[in-house]
């Protein structure tokens, strides 16, 4: 058969079968054959528009925006937790008293405390990653979900009952493992399930559900300032549990990765979930035939550069680069000063602003997040390329947080406190433009398909180990009872945010119009960074490895066996 618009009656036949196995075609009995339809379906995802994508594709983007929905849930509690150190009925709970050089008490929860919330959750999160490297390769990645999915429900209580801040922190490490599953799980679904057309656009949505969460959360409270009982953060810890029941019913009925399940030599399952993924619109001469013979190419193209599938192969050969590469740019996302802005409510507390204006900038801050996407996307089809973002972003970045510093020298303070707070809001749109939503189309690409799940997770670990490092020093640069540096924490992040420009200058590469086989060939080449770009490549003048085609013919020869039966 050749494509599926081509053949009349047989594709009639594959359009109609419930188990997509009969009508396969004979052609892919060679190894040649087989190159042949992978690289058909490769000049297709070339060729194919953003247009074309969203109508080849409209499954697939549904549940990948569904799946991604649940990164949603870590980006509401960690915006109550750092925002409820300047909630008062918080403070009157957890801390402990503070009296000032005037004689008034007020509230706050030790730094040392405040710290070691903010970082409980990083310590479960490294945990979590750390064993989905293992389980989802294993069980695969809606099994592996839903289960995280259960696992929130139930420990979302201990937050609701907590009566000491130990409570709470038992909470957030335990909470932080299932949460450290979705931070890779969202990310390695959505660029597995969708064309080179569409991935940039599925990944760094994730970054939206990020942002969706954060304002939800800030919304809550501020919904409950007016409260001076304990329901004024019971009740924002007890709508977490509006989430994990209606994503745990979705993602059942979704199609598992299809690359998964060709990793897995589940072929016939892989072809299902193709169909499953994309519509009956043949605009692009889309055939799952083709398409999963250009994943079985891939995946005998990465055996060949990768010995292994386990953590210690991330660091072998040229996965090393790649694995060196996700982690940086994952760090870069904290060490860029996206730690400082997380503790936004707070600092603008601490720089003079009241108790409902800070709250108000903190929810700028977070809608902006939100549109921050839509702005990458548009950047991004305009055809500003992911290593292009990243510098000039980290450029426009660090500018302002040397800004930041300078106010901290003004002396009329109400004036100052407020441009620190416009200021903060105009990084927070520059730092969604580029670094906090480039990034996650980053980690997704650069990464080979054996090792993905694991090199991200890596990079995630390393992103939550900066996090905590950062999670000890900025409570310390922002208490009043311990540095107290206030604006001039600026100049702090201003000088990592510059390092940070000088590495992405000269390791990052651009992945933008890639596939992954392409990206394979191009670190197996040791090309420059700077000249990503630029390099032709051609990935099926590449010897493959055979004993993976013939595990691909095998599979094909059974399928058509049942099909006769």
């Known amino acids: 058969m050749g494509s599926e618009s081509g053949k009349g009656a047989e594709a009639d036949v594959v359009e109609n079968v419930s188990v997509p196995t009969g009508a396969l075609k004979e052609e892919h009995e060679n190894l040649g054959d087989i190159i042949r339809n992978a690289k058909l379906a490769t000049e297709k995802e070339h060729k194919m528009t953003l247009l074309q994508g969203l109508k080849l594709y409209p499954k697939a983007i549904a549940w990948s925006v569904l799946i991604s929905t649940c990164i949603a849930m870590e980006g509401y509690d960690i915006s109550l937790v750092n925002n409820f150190y300047a909630f008062p009925q918080f403070n009157e709970k957890y801390g402990v008293a503070v009296t000032a050089a005037d004689g008034s008490v007020s509230y ?69 493992i299932p949460w450290g599953v979705f931070q890779t799980l969202t990310i390695t679904y959505a660029s597995e399930v969708c064309p080179v057309a569409l991935r940039g656009y599925l990944t760094t949505y994730v970054n939206f559900c990020w942002g969706i969460g954060q304002m939800i959360g800030i919304g809550v409270i501020m919904g409950n300032l007016w409260r001076t009982d304990e329901w004024a953060y019971r009740i924002p810890y007890s709508l977490q549990w509006m989430w994990p029941v209606p994503l745990m019913i979705g993602i059942f009925f979704a199609p598992e990765s299809p690359w998964w399940l060709v990793r897995k030599g589940r072929l016939e399952d892989a072809k299902r979930s193709l169909l ?20 079985v190419h891939t995946s005998a193209l990465e055996q060949k550069i990768t010995d292994g599938a386990s953590y210690l192969d991330c660091f072998k050969g040229v996965d090393r680069r790649r694995t060196e590469i996700v982690c940086m740019c994952w760090a870069i996302q904290n060490l860029s000063g996206n730690s400082f802005s997380n503790y936004s409510t707070y600092f603008l507390q601490q720089a003079g602003l009241s108790n409902d204006k800070a709250y108000s900038f903190a929810m700028g801050q977070y809608a902006i997040n939100c549109v921050g996407v839509f702005g990458a996307w548009t950047l991004i089809t305009l055809g500003i390329g992911r290593r292009t973002l990243y510098l000039y972003g980290l450029a426009a970045l660090c500018t302002m947080l040397m800004i930041l510093g300078f106010l901290g020298l003004a002396k009329d ?119 990503f770009a630029s390099t032709d490549v051609d990935v099926f003048a590449e010897h493959v490895e055979e004993d993976v085609i013939q595990t691909y013919k095998d599979q094909l020869a059974l399928s058509d066996m049942k099909i006769k039966v």
Request: glycine letters at 8%; aromatic letters at 12%.
């Open 108 to 176: 706050q929860v030790p730094a040392a405390w405040q710290a070691g919330l903010s970082n409980g959750a990083v310590v479960g999160e490294i945990i979590g990653l750390i064993i989905n490297g293992w389980v989802s390769e294993r069980f695969g990645y809606r099994y592996t979900v839903i289960g995280c999915l259960a696992l929130i429900a139930a420990f979302t209580t201990i937050f609701f009952t907590a009566q000491t801040v130990v409570h709470l922190q038992v909470a957030e490490i335990l909470c932080g």
């Open 276 to 295: 499953r993924l994309t519509s009956l619109d043949r605009e692009t001469d889309f055939d799952a035939d083709e398409t999963v013979a250009m994943m």
């Open 413 to 531: 303070r109400d004036a100052a406190s407020l441009a620190t707070g416009s200021i903060m809001l105009v990084w927070a749109l520059c730092y969604q433009l580029t670094v906090g939503t480039v990034c996650y189309s980053l980690v997704a690409e650069i990464s080979t398909r054996r090792l993905q799940i694991k090199t991200v997770v890596l990079g995630r670990v390393l992103y939550n180990i900066v996090a905590i490092i950062c999670g000890v020093l900025t409570p310390y640069m922002l208490n009043p009872s311990a540095w107290d540096w206030g604006n001039y924490a600026g100049f702090f992040w201003a000088g990592s945010c510059f390092l940070c420009f000088v590495y992405t200058f000269f390791r990052v590469p651009e992945p933008a119009g890639r596939t992954f086989a392409e990206l394979d060939l191009l670190f197996e080449k040791k090309v420059s960074a700077r000249k």
